[in-house]
């Protein structure tokens, strides 16, 4: 287990489209865990695998509702409501902004084992949902801000 | 994706806007927020009641949050991101001077705000000064009375020139208590009697004000608008150190009265009332939105005898020649008597300030003394304790112009006692007496 480097904004991979995972490989299985690792460390609540540059369809999410998500070629089938608040990025450090996501998610994808599952998200979920799929397919939060990306250092830029 | 926040509380949210438009922005501080309660008025009386509280603390002791702010932080308050400045003025208020908020509910409410506010990154920051205060809370104490009392050191040292150091420090302690809100009842509209019972009906707290008999000091009310004293018109907002000066004025059956500065009317409705239906009073003043204040204030409380208009102090109407037998000139002024209530004021006031307010009152004085017929008097009262607008406005005026004091003597009731009265002029100082600070001067204008 290790922590790997977050790519950060302006790095190409982060713009890349993701390929589709075949097999649980070791390699895939160690990537999971260091990806957990790394979100942990970070106080992260989802993070995707091209955010530690490996070009894989590989999100994880832990948004303290006592469940820890892998979600492997996810497709999002399902979205309703709409929820417009804070959004912040792990490779995008520093910076805030406002964005409206669905409220309420469903998406399929695999698990750690393959195995075909469907998940249901409201609120917080269904943002982290929507925030990690798109990072599979080269999106940031950063294009869908509303107003200003905010930035967070401790004294006023001159 | 990075980790999202808990919602800070509402009232704090509201705090935090209203805070920002006033310090960062200059507005001012009892418009900003009344314009925030009337907006949010489902809001419980206890939050409203609070809301209220932060700001005008958090105002009113600006300058001592920010030294302690600078002792505990890093980043001096005067780099700080807005936003940031604002949410630990705010918080430290509560921290040392509302004891019944927990310490830590504060910071946690602080870090929310902050991370709500699109500040993520500050939130360590943000607990971390703010922690650092609730540990050393008891330990800030300043020698100095700029920081102790929360006032610029310029004001200090004019004040130091211009009265004995224990009179200013006095009036500092004074301007940081707590102050009720004084009515002055409407007699003509009802009784005294009937007029506590209806406010206490409605869970005011009421006294009667040791200065006044007819003015009420009220505590513990939610919002003035909605007591059926002030829809009924029984009631108004005035200081008693206001009504102090209709009083001096004193008119007679059938007084033809101007007021030149005079919205939003509260000085002229007591004269109207003093009237009793007979004579006349014209309140004029600048503006439409000030006229319209007064006009506001007529409509609810129904005087026949009193009338509004548009019209610029500083200009002379030929119609008024030496017509009145009163003229009130409540002038515009520094306003350092009210500093208690509006706390804003020691912020934005500016040497400079003071010297074109001097030339504005002595503009409009020579102007409101060709107004006044011979023998007539001219009432001068502004809300300050300044003694250039003041004590020497009223000898520049003597000297200038052919009038004489007019003794105070009896007018203002026993409880005040100062030597000037006899001489027709008399400067209320808060923390001597339970009013804002004041000044007043009478003069009567010679017969021939």
């Given at each position: 287990m290790a922590i790997r480097q977050v790519r950060t904004i302006g790095d190409d991979i982060l713009t890349k489209e993701c390929k589709r995972v075949k097999e649980i490989t070791p390699r895939v299985q160690e990537l999971i865990e260091d990806m957990f690792e790394t979100m942990y460390e970070t106080n992260g609540v989802g993070l995707a695998a091209p955010q530690v540059g490996v070009l894989k369809q590989i999100v994880v999410m832990d948004v303290d509702d006592g469940n820890q998500y892998v979600l492997i070629n996810p497709e999002i089938i399902e979205t309703s409501g709409s929820q417009t608040g804070p959004e912040g990025c792990l490779s995008v450090p520093g910076k805030s902004g406002t964005v409206t996501r669905p409220n309420h998610v469903k998406v399929r994808a695999f698990d750690e084992n393959m195995e075909e599952y469907e998940l249901e998200g409201e609120e917080l979920l269904a943002r982290c949902i929507c925030h990690e799929c798109a990072h599979l397919h080269g999106q940031l939060f950063v294009d869908l801000v509303e107003g200003d990306l905010m930035d967070v250092n401790a004294e006023e830029e001159e | 994706m990075t980790k999202p926040t808990t919602k800070p509380t509402e009232s704090r949210e509201i705090i935090l806007d209203v805070l920002m438009e006033i310090l960062e922005k200059g507005g001012y501080s009892h418009v900003i927020l009344r314009q925030a309660l009337e907006k949010y008025q489902y809001l419980e009386k206890s939050d409203r009641a609070f809301i209220t509280r932060v700001v005008e603390g958090t105002i009113e002791y600006r300058l001592t949050i920010d030294a302690i702010l600078d002792q505990c932080s890093k980043v001096s308050v005067a780099k700080m991101k807005p936003v940031i400045r604002t949410i630990l003025r705010m918080s430290v208020y509560q921290i040392l001077w509302m004891d019944r908020i927990p310490d830590s509910a504060v910071c946690n409410e602080a870090v929310n705000l902050t991370i709500h506010r699109h500040f993520q990154g500050l939130k360590g920051f943000v607990n971390g000064v703010l922690r650092t205060i609730v540990r050393q809370k008891d330990s800030f104490t300043f020698t100095d009375w700029s920081r102790r009392y929360s006032m610029p050191d310029w004001l200090i040292e004019l004040w130091k020139r211009q009265y004995p150091a224990a009179v200013v420090e006095s009036m500092l302690q004074a301007f940081l208590e707590d102050i009720p809100t004084t009515v002055r009842c409407n007699l003509d509209k009802a009784s005294m009697e009937e007029i506590s019972d209806s406010l206490e009906r409605q869970g005011v707290e009421v006294t009667v004000s040791p200065l006044a008999p007819h003015a009420l000091l009220l505590e513990h009310y939610d919002y003035l608008d909605g007591l059926e004293a002030f829809q009924k018109g029984w009631i108004q907002v005035q200081d008693v150190s206001s009504g102090f000066a209709s009083e001096v004025a004193n008119p007679r059956a059938g007084d033809q009265i101007l007021d030149v500065c005079g919205a939003p009317g509260g000085k002229s409705l007591h004269l109207a009332d003093k009237l009793k239906g007979t004579g006349l009073v014209v309140v004029r003043d600048l503006t439409e939105a000030k006229i319209r204040l007064v006009e506001d204030n007529l409509e609810r409380t129904g005087f026949t005898n009193l009338r509004a208009e548009v019209w610029d102090a500083r200009e002379f109407d030929p119609a008024w020649e030496e017509k009145a037998d009163i003229v009130m000139a409540d002038l515009p002024c520094s306003g350092f008597g009210i500093i208690g209530k509006k706390p804003d004021i020691k912020y934005q006031a500016s040497p400079e300030k003071l010297q074109e307010l001097v030339k504005l009152q002595q503009e409009i004085l020579t102007v409101a003394?060709?107004?006044?017929?011979?023998g007539g008097k001219l009432i001068y009262s502004t809300c300050t304790i300044d003694r250039m607008e003041n004590e020497d406005q009223r000898s520049w005026f003597l000297e200038h112009f052919p009038f004489e004091s007019s003794s105070l003597t009896g007018l203002l009731g026993e409880s005040i006692s100062e030597e000037t009265l006899e001489d027709g002029y008399v400067q209320l100082i808060p923390g001597r007496y339970p009013c804002d600070g004041f000044f007043i001067a009478a003069f009567q204008k010679h017969k021939d």
């Open positions: - | 003394s060709r107004y006044v017929k011979p």
